[in-house]
């Protein structure tokens, strides 16, 4: 038997295109005669849904979809994706399942039964779990068939009660198939192969899983699907990033005609980049827009916004807008006209101190005798967000937010100032991971001006300004915040390990007071395992204080 593996990337709602992808790759994989085609978790209406599932005409339209693609399916059979609604009056009105299509019928439904509900999860929301597990039978072979994090439980997770797996092997099946909707995180890969392998090994069978690649605004997905043996070993894996199908002949319970290959995850800041440019391409693709602008400061952060647009759109998509104010340096006009040149994308030069004066005059008369503070810098922040947004508006480009993650964590940024923007490219990247994605991009030929990687970070809205006023040294920031954001850790663990106890504190409280500033800022391209934004959810008014 052949089996193909389907690597696509889907766009939520859009029934038209999902469908039409997924039959042309049933009429590709025929032509190359596989046997079966298996496509990921929810490929016929995207991942994640959400409150789409609670519209009548939503799940008309799965349906509807699903007969036209089983439709396609004769000379060749198919596992996808799909919503099916709960027969039964009790529990939740849906399951999220796995169809098996063949002869242009569907002959068995699989039902997801450990739904997640952490992080970018929540699934219990809408679905049922699963209590009943069967094998599907396909031309003399009995296949376990499974949806995403049925197969998490490896461990033993003590909040999942029942355990596919353990009740699909009393069948004696002969292979394993998992589809999946795997978000991407540069550190998930690993922790990935592990449970797959893992489960491989656990109960002697190969496994087919197959993985959605493409951006559902700030959920990216990698791919990079993957075939094991009953040993656990890796036999294949798809494209990174990338669309991808691929045919697999399983014979005598085994994969036949390969042998082990080695595990070679990209490095870390590799799929950082190729996740962002995955991520920006399908925002503007995916919404319907072409062109982006940006303001360009001369600093680090908006020159990896500019260079990363640039790539995934095209240098002829891209407007960068410089808008120097009376405290800019001429260096870093020069180093914004530098990128500009090197990316070759168009651009417009809009001085700020008039319209940023006139603001000031106007205010005199309520702030009179009051000195100079982050009022005024704030002030020169909103002309900006204003001028790039009059761009935005008169022809129709979509404004890029340049913001990173440290800035992010501890309010250091200006709300309806540099805060704006439609996506957020670099809101999960942290500042020391910005420096190294400067080198990586960097890494042929400079695109990134040496001088705005090596000169102070500066918002330039005062005199001699540095971030360093303000903030510790980013080194040491990031470590910290990786520890209280990512990892989750109290401030008496942080403290222990060695941090300054004063600093941690007032780190901390910098990070939670910030929380009223994050609710009020453009969704984030998530490319670590915990973001800001739909992946971690406090209150605006909590008091606790770790």
């Not at 929380?515 to 605006?540: C, D, H, N, W």
Request: contains cysteine; negative net charge.
């Amino acid at each position: 038997m052949k089996i193909a593996l389907a690597q696509l990337n889907y766009h939520i709602g859009n029934f038209e295109s999902n469908t039409q992808k997924i039959i042309d790759a049933i009429n590709r994989a025929r032509t190359q005669g596989a046997d079966l085609v298996v496509f990921a978790e929810l490929a016929v209406c995207g991942y994640p849904p959400r409150d789409f599932l609670e519209f009548t005409e939503f799940l008309e339209l799965c349906e509807s979809s699903v007969q036209d693609i089983a439709a396609a399916c004769h000379g060749i059979a198919c596992i996808l994706g799909t919503p099916t609604r709960n027969p039964k009056t009790e529990g939740k009105d849906l399951f999220n399942s796995a169809c098996f299509i063949e002869d242009g019928e569907i002959k068995s439904i699989v039902n997801k039964a450990l739904l997640p509900t952490y992080d970018v999860f929540d699934e219990y929301r809408y679905f049922e779990p699963s209590a009943e597990f069967n094998c599907v039978d396909f031309k003399g072979c009995k296949i376990a068939l499974t949806i995403c994090e049925d197969l998490w439980n490896i461990n033993d997770n003590p909040l999942y009660i029942a355990a596919p797996m353990d009740q699909l092997i009393e069948e004696k099946p002969d292979l394993m198939i998992n589809i999946a909707a795997s978000p991407f995180a540069y550190n998930h890969d690993d922790n990935r192969v592990k449970v797959l392998s893992d489960n491989s090994r656990k109960y002697s069978l190969p496994l087919l899983y197959v993985n959605q690649v493409g951006a559902q605004t700030e959920i990216i997905f990698d791919g990079g699907s993957f075939v094991f043996n009953e040993e656990g070993e890796i036999l294949d894996q798809l494209k990174y990033f990338e669309e991808d199908l691929r045919i697999y002949e399983f014979a005598g319970g085994k994969i036949q005609d390969l042998t082990p290959v080695p595990y070679n995850p990209l490095p870390d800041i590799d799929q950082i980049h190729q996740g962002l440019l995955l991520g920006i391409r399908d925002y503007f693709t995916k919404s319907g827009f072409t062109q982006a602008v940006l303001g360009l400061s001369g600093g680090i952060d908006s020159a990896i916004v500019c260079a990363l647009a640039a790539e995934a759109l095209g240098p002829e998509n891209v407007t960068a807008v410089l808008m120097p104010s009376k405290f800019s340096t001429d260096h870093s006009i020069k180093d914004a006209m530098d990128l500009v040149n090197n990316l070759g994308c168009k651009h417009y030069v809009v001085p700020i101190k008039e319209a940023a004066d006139a603001f000031e005059r106007m205010l005199e008369p309520a702030f009179k005798g009051l000195p100079f503070n982050i009022t005024e810098e704030n002030i020169q922040a909103r002309c900006r967000a204003v001028i790039v947004m009059a761009f935005s508006n008169k022809f129709g480009y979509i404004l890029l937010n340049t913001s990173n993650k440290s800035e992010c964590a501890v309010g250091y940024g200006t709300l309806y100032g540099d805060m704006a923007g439609a996506i957020s490219v670099l809101g999960d990247v942290y500042k020391t991971q910005v420096y190294e994605l400067a080198n990586h991009i960097n890494r042929e030929r400079e695109i990134i001006p040496q001088n705005s990687i090596v000169k102070p970070p500066s918002a330039e809205l005062r005199p001699g300004q540095k971030d360093s006023d303000s903030l510790p040294d980013y080194d040491i920031l990031d470590r910290l915040l990786y520890q209280y954001v990512e990892l989750k850790k109290s401030s008496r663990d942080i403290i222990a390990q060695g941090f300054d106890e004063e600093l941690v504190r007032k780190v901390i409280k910098m990070v939670n007071k910030a929380e009223f500033k994050r609710y009020q800022t453009p969704p984030i391209l998530r490319v670590s395992p915990k973001a800001f934004g739909m992946g971690r959810r406090m209150p605006i008014v909590g008091k606790y204080l770790s």
